[in-house]
């Protein structure tokens, strides 16, 4: 099967790193092409040897409302009537393909792309298969129900994240990871202040915080939250805790394996790879109760959850987290981890192509 992937994206975050995976697993199967703009991404995708079509589209609005900007790009022509199935894993992909939606299939990450009401409509017009990441998204999403499965998103396991050498949470040092792109919805701010109140004197414990993480060079919005975020860090007076910037970073698991709790401190989220990660790497989470992220931490033994953007509640997730921290169950973690496969994913994708097209 010819597989053909769209993407205006070119930065790396969890929806691209998904893109990464699954293309991936793909190619040793199926012909496969990706279509995005240069930049990080297509980088990872040649260094993958993963085919790509390099395309930056001149018009960068796709939508104004629910009215989409129906282009037909003669670049990207011989490219959809080369591929059996054509998958838009962004919305503003979508428009490019109205001419050969017969054979369009699209992803819906999150409440931004706005899938309901008129757009809705529209999505369901142009796609013969519409895919949210989660059952929260799947809730907005308002498309027809026959053509509407959620598929989470996955990644690959490899061995190594089984054969960890176990770390017993128990000591007076903690590190504390928090991965993801800096922006408002993601929270780091919210992290900032719950840790500025955090008692680590009763406690008994040392913070090591990691920020791993960069922004989208294209947002000024994103670039003055992160110094925001870093004045705050400046700000925090207590010795016992040490906090570090890294900047992105295409090898995460650096930090993955010597972290003891993994911090999502979203103001909202519609899936989070990054969860999913850590708990692959046997490490607990502690992630808001919104979105699809709540989805996937179904048990104290492997997180906790609180109220998204109230830093109290952040605040004491954090000390019950580091309170009990050795009753964690790093085996399930793992376990919980392995219903998220690239190979379940991907499985799904492909029984749902297959019926496209015939």
Same mark, same amino acid.
């Given at each position: 099967?010819?597989?053909?992937?769209?993407?205006?994206?070119?930065?790396?975050?969890?929806?691209? =790193?998904?893109?990464?995976?699954?293309?991936?697993?793909?190619?040793?199967?199926?012909?496969?092409?990706?279509?995005?703009?240069?930049?990080?991404?297509?980088? /990872?995708?040649?260094?993958?040897?993963?085919?790509?079509?390099?395309?930056?589209?001149?018009?960068?609005?796709?939508?104004?409302? @629910?009215?989409?900007?129906?282009?037909?790009?003669?670049?990207?022509?011989?490219? @959809? *009537?080369?591929?059996?199935?054509?998958?838009?894993?962004?919305?503003?992909?979508?428009?490019?393909? @109205?001419?050969?939606?017969?054979?369009?299939?699209?992803?819906?990450?999150?409440?931004?792309?706005?899938?309901?009401?008129?757009?809705? /409509?529209?999505?369901?017009?142009?796609?013969?298969?519409? %895919?949210?990441?989660?059952?929260?998204?799947?809730?907005?999403?308002?498309?027809?129900? #026959?053509?509407?499965?959620?598929?989470?998103?996955?990644?690959? @396991?490899?061995?190594?994240?089984?054969?960890?050498?176990?770390?017993?949470?128990?000591?007076?040092?903690? #590190?504390?990871?928090?991965?993801?792109?800096?922006?408002?919805?993601?929270?780091?701010?919210?992290?900032? /202040?719950?840790?500025?109140?955090?008692?680590?004197?009763?406690?008994?414990?040392?913070?090591?915080?990691?920020?791993?993480?960069?922004?989208?060079?294209?947002?000024?919005?994103?670039?003055? %939250?992160?110094?925001?975020?870093?004045?705050?860090?400046?700000?925090?007076?207590?010795?016992?805790?040490?906090?570090? %910037?890294?900047?992105? =970073?295409?090898?995460?698991?650096?930090?993955?394996?010597?972290?003891?709790?993994?911090?999502?401190?979203? =103001?909202?989220?519609?899936?989070?790879?990054?969860?999913? *990660?850590?708990?692959?790497?046997?490490?607990?989470?502690?992630?808001?109760?919104?979105?699809?992220?709540?989805?996937?931490?179904?048990?104290?033994?492997?997180?906790?959850?609180? =109220?998204?953007?109230?830093?109290?509640?952040?605040?004491?997730?954090?000390?019950?987290?580091?309170?009990?921290?050795?009753?964690? #169950?790093?085996?399930?973690?793992?376990?919980?981890?392995?219903?998220?496969?690239?190979?379940?994913?991907?499985?799904?994708?492909l029984k749902n192509y297959k019926e496209t097209k015939a």
């Amino acid at each position: 099967m010819k597989l053909l992937f769209m993407t205006e994206y070119h930065c790396i975050g969890g929806g691209e =790193r998904n893109l990464l995976a699954l293309v991936g697993y793909l190619k040793s199967s199926h012909l496969v092409k990706v279509i995005c703009p240069p930049g990080d991404l297509q980088n /990872e995708l040649i260094k993958h040897q993963i085919e790509v079509v390099n395309y930056a589209p001149a018009l960068t609005k796709a939508w104004l409302s @629910f009215i989409p900007l129906l282009q037909n790009p003669k670049v990207l022509r011989p490219h @959809f *009537e080369w591929a059996d199935i054509i998958h838009c894993y962004s919305i503003n992909s979508l428009p490019k393909t @109205f001419q050969f939606r017969h054979k369009t299939i699209i992803s819906i990450h999150g409440a931004w792309e706005k899938p309901f009401g008129l757009r809705g /409509e529209i999505i369901n017009f142009l796609a013969q298969k519409i %895919f949210p990441v989660s059952k929260d998204v799947e809730k907005i999403t308002t498309t027809d129900s #026959n053509k509407t499965q959620v598929i989470y998103l996955g990644l690959p @396991f490899s061995k190594e994240h089984k054969t960890l050498k176990d770390q017993s949470l128990t000591g007076e040092d903690v #590190n504390l990871l928090c991965l993801g792109r800096f922006q408002h919805i993601k929270g780091q701010d919210l992290l900032i /202040e719950a840790l500025t109140h955090l008692n680590t004197d009763k406690l008994g414990v040392s913070l090591k915080v990691d920020f791993v993480g960069g922004v989208n060079s294209t947002h000024q919005e994103d670039a003055d %939250f992160l110094e925001k975020v870093k004045a705050g860090a400046k700000a925090l007076s207590n010795n016992q805790i040490t906090i570090e %910037f890294h900047g992105f =970073r295409s090898d995460p698991e650096t930090f993955l394996r010597t972290a003891d709790l993994v911090i999502v401190p979203s =103001r909202y989220e519609s899936f989070s790879l990054v969860t999913i *990660e850590a708990l692959s790497f046997g490490i607990p989470c502690i992630v808001p109760q919104i979105g699809g992220v709540q989805e996937i931490i179904n048990s104290e033994d492997i997180g906790l959850k609180f =109220r998204a953007g109230d830093t109290s509640s952040l605040q004491e997730a954090l000390e019950k987290g580091l309170s009990k921290r050795a009753q964690f #169950n790093r085996q399930l973690c793992q376990k919980r981890s392995g219903e998220f496969s690239i190979e379940k994913q991907a499985d799904l994708y492909l029984k749902n192509y297959k019926e496209t097209k015939a």
